[in-house]
C-alpha cells in the first residue's frame, strides 16, 4: 500500500522545528525503491533536502545506517528522524546516478575509501536485511542462489548451476558481521564530472564486509577483470582474505547478478555473459 501523507503538514512541522529553513518547498516527488515515497525540498530554488516518508520500520532501517556512519564522505547526512518512525529527513546529493561515471578503477575505489572503511561490526543475532532477517549467511546465499538459478534458467549450462551451488558451501562459513548498505550498485551511485560523489537508498544488512564490495564490483559489466579487482581490493581495510576466496566471491556474486539481469536488465545480460565465459574458469 503506497503511503500518501500531507507533506506540505511534514514540512511545515520541520519548520517550525528549525530542521529546515522556511522558504523550504517540496520541488518534486521521485519514485523511491520501496513502497514509501521520496521528496526533493528546495531552499532559494536549490536542491538541498531529502524527506522520505515509508512504513516505520524501513526509517528505523535507513535511520540506522546513516546514523552509524557520519564520518562518510558519500552518505547523506542524518538530519532528522519523526519520533513516530514515519520519516526521515536527510541532506541532498547533486549529481546523476548510474551514467557518466568514469572508469570502474576509480569509482569502486572510491567506494572503499568513502564508505566500506567505515564500516564497523555489528552484534546484531541475525544475518542478512534487517527487514528479512536470517539465521546464518549461508541460509542468506542459499535464498539468494535459488532466487538467481530461477531467472538464470537455462542461459548457463547446468553444469556451472551445480557448480556455483556447491562453492555457495565453501564462502558460506561463520564470517565477522557489519552493517551493510546492503544495495551498492551503480544505479545508487551518484557522479558528477564522471566522479563518485555520494551512495544513495540504503537497504540494511547484517553480513561480511566482501559482500558490499563485490556487489559494487559486478553491479555494472565493464571492466569485470582481475586488474580491477585487486587493485581495488588493495585499499579494503577491514577485509584479510585471499585472493582466492576473493575470486570466489566475485563468481557467485556475477552468478547472482546475471540472475537479476535475466529479470529486470536483459540489455546488459550479453555483456555480463561475456564476463562469465573468463569467470567461470574458476568453478571447480
Known amino acids: 500500500m503506497t503511503l500518501r501523507p500531507d507533506i506540505q503538514a511534514i514540512v511545515d512541522t520541520l519548520q517550525d522545528l528549525g530542521v529546515i529553513e522556511q522558504n523550504s518547498q517540496v520541488s518534486e516527488e521521485m519514485k523511491g525503491t520501496t513502497e514509501g515515497l521520496v521528496y526533493i525540498l528546495t531552499v532559494n530554488k536549490e536542491k538541498k533536502y531529502v524527506l522520505k516518508v515509508d512504513r516505520p520500520q524501513s526509517i528505523s532501517c535507513a535511520e540506522l545506517l546513516l546514523a552509524t556512519y557520519p564520518g562518510s564522505s558519500l552518505l547523506p547526512k542524518l538530519l532528522y528522524t519523526d519520533p513516530h518512525g514515519n520519516y526521515i529527513l536527510y541532506t541532498y546529493t547533486a549529481g546523476t546516478t548510474h551514467y557518466k561515471r568514469g572508469a570502474k578503477i576509480d569509482w569502486l575505489t572510491g567506494i572503499v575509501t568513502g564508505l566500506l572503511n567505515h564500516y564497523e561490526t555489528s552484534s546484531a543475532p541475525q544475518w542478512g536485511r534487517l527487514e528479512m532477517p536470517r539465521d546464518s549467511w549461508a541460509e542468506f546465499n542459499r535464498i539468494s542462489l535459488e532466487e ?38 551503480v544505479h545508487n551511485f551518484v557522479f558528477q564530472d564522471h566522479s563518485l560523489v555520494g551512495v544513495i537508498d540504503p537497504s540494511p544488512m547484517v553480513g561480511p564486509l566482501i559482500y558490499d564490495f563485490t556487489y559494487a564490483f559486478c553491479s555494472s559489466p565493464d571492466d569485470l577483470n582481475r586488474i580491477t579487482l585487486f587493485k581495488a581490493f588493495d585499499q579494503l581495510k577491514q577485509e584479510a582474505i585471499g585472493h582466492s576466496r576473493l575470486i570466489e566471491e566475485v563468481v557467485f556474486q556475477l552468478y547472482c547478478r546475471i540472475g537479476i539481469c535475466a529479470r529486470v536488465h536483459p540489455h546488459d545480460l550479453k555483456d555480463y555473459l561475456t564476463a562469465w565465459e573468463h569467470w567461470r574458469t574458476h568453478l571447480v
Open 148 to 185: 538467481a538459478r530461477s531467472n538464470v534458467g537455462d542461459i548457463l549450462p547446468a553444469e556451472d548451476n551445480d557448480k556455483v551451488q556447491a562453492l555457495s558451501g565453501r564462502i558460506s562459513g561463520a564470517e565477522d558481521k557489519y552493517l551493510l548498505h546492503g544495495d551498492t550498485g
